[in-house]
């Protein structure tokens, strides 16, 4: 009878160990297939995502396009800088699943980084007209760190010169320049770039260059908004010879598309009230029932003459520019969204005309996620 009970029990036993481990494998089961199923759904999604952002980025390029047919100048005032007439336009463009939203920025409303230096290859002196552009960008960021000394400005734009200038020697600029042999000393060593920047980015590879000063700390914004390292330009070819491998980045900067730290940057820290009038002049609009209408001429370099206050100004010619001629760089930001998610596309394109065709296209420089 003990022998009888004893195995119904080992049977219970092991019942309940079979159970136990079914159980267990096939809770891990459905564990296995819910986490294959929504990393399946994820990858679909942003397959997806993919698409639809990559379809804002065209849809951008078309816009401007467009928009080169019909205009010598570009400005806040035109569709492509409206928020409201580019959500008109991709109301007509119907996603399944998703949504998109666009933004189009002039990169030539911004400083160019390359233009420092007169000239590539080749090129071993300062753009002079840039100097003091640089200096009201850069100072008031720099200024606020209490360790930096009263040349510190200075030094950091010799040393972004250096970097780039062809004169790669013991020659650096002023007193606190650096060339290859500063950092060669540095753990790890490199060298100069001895050429123009490709990327924001390196300029944190630059002496004195934080990321404070770039990206910003706290309250503090930084220069990275403000800059390009696009708008090159081929220079004259010279006569008796095969080919021309000489450019330059002429640093015109669009007054008509400039953020107004950019303007500041133009006019200096004691012109700042300018800047922000300046600003509301060229927004200036009112709405008249069938859209919006701007009030202010901006396609005349000079207009800025016509703002109140500012009309004792005169801004370096060598500066500013207002037409396409010198501003065909723009930024295209896209952002999908699909089930809370969202991928974001940042493509820079360079507006151009087909020789074959004189049709307006647009032609990729750069293509990131962000």
């Not at 159980?23 to 999604?45: G, K, S, W, Y």
Request: glycine share 6%; proline share 4%; aromatic share 6%.
């Amino acid at each position: 009878m003990r022998i009888l009970k004893n195995k119904r029990g080992m049977a219970l036993l092991l019942t309940i160990t079979i159970t136990t481990i079914l159980v267990a494998a096939t809770l891990e089961l459905n564990r296995e297939v819910r986490a294959t199923v929504m990393a399946t759904a994820t990858t679909r999604d942003r397959f997806t995502l993919s698409h639809i952002a990559e379809s804002g980025i065209q849809v951008g390029m078309i816009i401007l396009a467009k928009d080169r047919k019909s205009s010598a100048t570009d400005s806040i005032q035109e569709d492509w800088a409206d928020p409201d007439k580019i959500s008109e336009v991709l109301q007509d463009i119907v996603f399944e699943k998703g949504s998109l939203a666009l933004k189009i920025s002039d990169e030539l409303g911004k400083i160019q980084v390359n233009a420092l230096v007169d000239k590539f290859p080749g090129g071993h002196n300062f753009n002079e007209a840039q100097l003091n552009i640089w200096d009201n960008i850069v100072r008031p960021i720099v200024s606020k760190d209490e360790k930096s000394d009263l040349n510190a400005t200075t030094n950091i734009i010799n040393s972004i010169k250096d970097w780039m200038d062809s004169e790669d020697d013991d020659a650096i600029t002023g007193m606190n320049g650096a060339e290859s042999d500063y950092y060669e000393s540095l753990d790890p060593p490199y060298t100069c770039r001895n050429g123009p920047i490709p990327s924001a980015k390196e300029l944190l590879m630059i002496k004195g260059v934080t990321p404070e000063m770039l990206y910003g700390s706290g309250e503090t914004g930084g220069i990275s908004d403000y800059i390009t390292v696009y708008g090159m330009t081929q220079l004259p070819q010279p006569k008796n010879t095969r080919k021309n491998n000489a450019f330059t980045y002429e640093g015109k900067i669009n007054i008509n598309t400039a953020e107004v730290p950019v303007l500041i940057a133009i006019l200096g820290e004691e012109n700042a009230e300018c800047a922000r009038t300046m600003d509301d002049y060229r927004r200036e609009s009112e709405d008249t029932g069938d859209g919006k209408h701007y009030l202010n001429d901006v396609t005349n370099p000079a207009w800025y003459k016509n703002v109140k206050g500012c009309s004792d100004l005169n801004i370096d010619p060598r500066l500013i520019t207002v037409t396409t001629v010198t501003s065909d760089f723009f930024r295209i930001e896209s952002t999908a969204a699909l089930n809370e998610v969202k991928l974001t596309l940042s493509a820079v394109i360079h507006r151009e005309q087909d020789k074959k065709t004189g049709k307006w296209k647009c032609r990729v420089l750069s293509w990131e996620t962000l």
